[in-house]
């Protein structure tokens, strides 16, 4: 009996792999399983080896991993490319049709079950991943009527035939399948969840629904891999509550008309990757100048340039920290699961809105597009806080004078007034200019006005909530672990590795990057014999900003991966090993 | 409340255009127009781009938003978006508009959201000393261009013709009047207006001067039978006076973008109550189950 299992489905491009994925997925939620998904899948439309990896667990699972139980292939490509991940035990299940042949190393059993032909029998070839899915219940021991309710909710309006047929495919590749195993031992029979409901989505769908809950209304944005999810999920609903999404020519455009709708009062995001974000940068700068409160959404990939489109990475950083020409106050959050990318995307508006500046909210490709289960959200956990927006302004005696939206005051935050509001024009620019908006270049107002915009943020670390993520079990560690958005879950595991053998190792996840919470990380940095920080990039752009705000550079080390794939546990695990026994880690 | 006046709309700022720029009677303009068609000085929102005529959003005592270099229009249409109660209107120059701000200007066209667009073209680059414009005629010579601008000028009323703006007019900055009517008539039309106004440059532009407008210009009202519904005639009568006409050229009742959106409230959504209903959320998370 199994607590966790880890299966994956792979073939062309384009020939039903995600919805396989997907209605197993479902599926195993359903029944109550913790999974976490991670797609590998090419930039273009059809063909193309593409994989599904999904981990079923009776436990949460924050993380991919790098083995394998159970391959269902729809051809050879998939074999060769995956059957190294499979161990002792391991299971394949593949086409018939395509005669697979299981490579001479290979540890796992191949089973040949003819997925296309019983997939006719029933109906069309289409129905191929019905009868993989059966095999796969057979496989785990377990029965195929929870994927019922979801064929039903697939075809139903396609009529019950359509339902039947689907149903009776799916039965035919179980038993097909439990002939094939026989009586051999059941290694990988699954031991049963919990039964509990819980929300199953990508990190994406997380982030949107947070907007959505914070009170956003419109959504001006570009299309862009792997942020477009946010988009398509905002033009579904924003129409509900009066809003919508517009597609614009560019993202020079949805980062300025998202300035525009916020100047106006109403909450407004925009959403791209790193390309998008480049384009953007001027427009973030604007509002910096301008106060105006801003949300925009960095799905990190693969890049420079065009980079890698559809694959891991998280080599943004200093773009979103540093990438405006001039001083502005920003702040950058990096959620690391799906339910922080919901509570943390509502909370970035209110940041928005009392710091009146703009908030980067930092996910990456793993994060935005690995599917995990999630606790299902809670409405009340989220408030709705405006800042200084004042409703009434009293009429002024020097009829002249403008409104001080730019008043200096202590905290550096002003009042705001939207648009429309009697009494309350004022100017605004992104020149620098007085407390009324107005331009100047008096050297005096420069000063105060800058200083009134950068001291908004003094008090944001120590009101943010939780911004480093901390789960140190020692007061004195071996070597502190350092990630930030998707590593969390690989790192929780390597760490829970090297605990077995001893090893005391703490873990810090940073979840606000700027303004960097130096008080809350460095009590773990100074306990700490050595710190390896584990990032997606080249440079080590975490460990640069940690060695800049702590110090303490010479036990900072980097354990960095930038080949398109997200870390999995082993090689956190191996990449602290090796520190720890030869203080220098070359990984 | 006694109705607005243009005074009303005066900021006693002085800009800092040169003795003799076209954009002083288009800032009088404006402020005559939107007195004109009963706004008071809190429903207009002035949102303008990067340059000499850019400015113009901190000399009229209204709402104003002077943004980045080309992007008056996204800016503008994030505004009119989020409040379709205030009149949003866009100001910049031939360089903001139809250099680096052109992608945005042909797309807000496609667009028809009702807003109006004043371009003062005075054909050069002012603000950074004489450069060559899009507008620039060819043989232009300025710093950038020493032997002549090598490149053809953009005919902006031809473009907005072809990217489908609702209401398309040109104007000449001296005559006032004329150029006030315009740009009310801006104002009132239901969708995008773009108003093109040559707005000589006294400093850069030795060519295309106020003398040469005089004797250039032919005014739509002189021409006999023009019908300013008729894009074909728009579009002719445009290419027989190389662009050289004033007035109205085209105008088209198509429902603007905010009232062919589904869904989007009647209501101004800056004045919405932000928080989801419960019972609304919930069906969201069922959805993921």
């Keep these: 009996m199994r607590e966790e299992i880890i299966w994956k489905v792979g073939g062309q491009q ?66 060769d490319v995956n059957y190294h991940e499979l161990s002792e035990g391991g299971v394949i299940i593949a086409d018939a049709k395509f005669k697979p042949e299981n490579p001479a190393d290979s540890k796992a059993d191949l089973h040949a079950v003819p997925f296309t032909e019983i997939a006719k029998e029933h109906g069309t070839a289409l129905m191929k ?89 419109m959504m001006p944005a570009y299309p862009i891999t792997p942020a477009s999810d946010i988009m398509e999920y905002l033009i579904k609903k924003l129409p509900d509550v009066g809003g919508t999404v517009i597609q614009t020519e560019d993202e020079i455009a949805a980062c300025s008309m998202a300035i525009g709708s916020n100047y106006a009062g109403v909450r407004s995001l925009t959403a791209s990757a790193g390309p998008g974000l480049s384009l953007m940068m001027e427009a973030i700068g604007l509002a910096g100048m301008t106060e105006t409160p801003l949300v925009v959404v960095d799905t990190q990939r693969g890049g420079p340039s065009t980079g890698l489109p559809t694959k891991q990475e998280q080599s943004d950083l200093m773009q979103m920290i540093y990438g405006t020409h001039g001083d502005i106050p920003k702040v950058v959050m990096a959620p690391s699961t799906a339910d922080e990318a919901f509570y943390d995307a509502a909370e970035s508006f209110n940041i928005a809105d009392e710091y009146q500046c703009p908030v980067i909210l930092l996910s990456d490709l793993q994060l935005s597009l690995s599917k995990q289960t999630v606790e299902p959200f809670d409405l009340t956990q989220v408030d709705i806080r405006r800042g200084k927006v004042l409703d009434e302004v009293k009429e002024r005696e020097d009829k002249n004078a403008y409104f001080k939206r730019y008043q200096v005051t202590e905290d550096g935050i002003s009042p705001r007034v939207l648009p ?22 008096a050297t005096q107002n420069r000063k105060d006005q800058m200083e009134k915009r950068m001291r908004k943020l003094d008090r944001l670390v120590e009101r943010f909530p939780n911004p480093v993520a901390v789960n140190a079990p020692h007061e004195e560690s071996d070597l502190l672990l350092v990630g930030f958005n998707a590593t969390r879950g690989a790192i929780e595991e390597a760490m829970a590795e090297l605990e077995k053998e001893g090893i005391k190792a703490n873990h810090a996840h940073i979840r606000l990057i700027h303004p960097f919470p130096t008080e809350q990380l460095k009590p773990y940095v100074d306990a700490a014999k050595q710190v390896l920080v584990v990032e997606n990039n080249a440079t080590g752009q975490l460990a640069n900003i940690i060695k800049m705000n702590v110090g303490q550079i010479d036990k900072i080390h980097s354990h960095l991966k930038f080949d398109g794939d997200p870390f999995y546990p082993e090689e956190i695990y191996q990449g602290s090993k090796e520190l720890l026994e030869h203080e220098s880690i070359h990984i | ?17 040169c003795p003799g720029c076209g954009d002083f009677s288009v800032q009088s303009a404006i402020q005559r127009a939107a007195a004109n068609v009963g706004l008071t000085p809190e429903d207009l929102a002035l949102v ?5 005529s850019g400015r113009i959003s901190g000399y009229i005592n209204s709402y104003g938003f002077h943004g980045t270099h080309g992007r008056a229009l996204p800016i503008a249409q994030g505004v009119k978006m989020a409040n379709r109660d205030l009149t949003v209107v866009a100001a910049g120059g031939d360089g903001d508009g139809f250099a680096i701000g052109i992608g945005h200007t042909i797309h807000a066209m496609r667009r028809n959201m009702d807003i109006t667009y004043i371009v003062m073209d ?13 507008r620039s005629d060819d ?59 040559f707005s000589p440059c006294v400093t850069y532009n030795k060519v295309n001067t106020y003398d040469w407008f005089k004797e250039n210009l032919t005014k739509l009202s002189d021409i006999e039978g023009y019908d300013n519904t008729n894009r074909t005639q728009a579009m002719t009568t445009l290419m027989e006076h190389n662009s050289l006409v004033t007035g109205i050229i085209y105008q088209e009742d198509r429902p603007a973008y905010e009232d062919m959106v589904k869904g989007y409230d009647e209501k101004p959504l800056a004045h919405q109550d932000l928080a989801l209903d419960p019972d609304y959320f919930e069906s969201l998370v069922g959805e993921f189950m």
């Design chain 1, 14 to 79: 384009g020939e039903g792999i995600e919805s396989t994925g997907e209605i197993f997925s479902v599926g195993m939620n359903r029944l109550g399983y913790h999974l976490y998904g991670y797609r590998h899948f090419s930039s273009r439309i059809k063909g193309g080896h593409t994989n599904n990896k999904v981990r079923v667990s009776t436990e949460k699972v924050n993380a991919v991993s790098e083995e394998l139980d159970i391959l269902v292939a729809f051809d050879q490509e998939s074999i």
């Design chain 1, 129 to 217: 991943n019905m009868v993989a899915i059966g095999a796969t219940c057979a496989v785990l021991r377990m029965e195929v009527e929870v994927f019922t309710s979801i064929i039903q909710e697939i075809f139903g309006r396609k009529g019950e035939d359509m339902v039947e047929k689907n149903m009776q495919a799916m039965q035919a590749g179980f038993h097909y399948m439990k002939d094939s195993l026989g009586n051999e031992e059941e290694s990988l029979s699954l031991a049963a969840a919990d039964g509990e409901k819980r929300m199953y989505m990508i990190g994406n769908d997380a982030i949107a629904l947070g907007a959505l809950a914070a009170g956003v209304r």
């Design chain 1, 420 to 441: 429309g509001t009697k009494n309350g024009i004022h100017h605004v620019t992104g020149l620098e200019h007085n407390e009324e908006g107005r331009p100047t270049e």
């Design chain 2, 1 to 17: 409340m006694s109705p607005s006046t243009f005074k009303d709309f005066r900021n006693n700022v002085k800009p800092n255009w």
């Design chain 2, 48 to 52: 303008s781009g990067i340059g000499c």
């Design chain 2, 122 to 134: 005075n054909q050069v680059y002012g603000l950074t000393k004489g450069q060559t414009s899009p």
């Design chain 2, 139 to 197: 043989g232009f010579v300025t710093s950038s261009t020493p032997d002549g601008s090598i490149e053809q000028a953009l005919p902006p009323m031809e473009t907005a013709l072809m990217s489908g703006a609702t209401f398309v007019a040109q104007s000449f900055s001296t005559e006032i009047k004329e150029l006030t009517a315009t740009i009310e008539a801006g104002i009132q039309h239901k969708g995008f207006s773009i108003i093109n106004v």
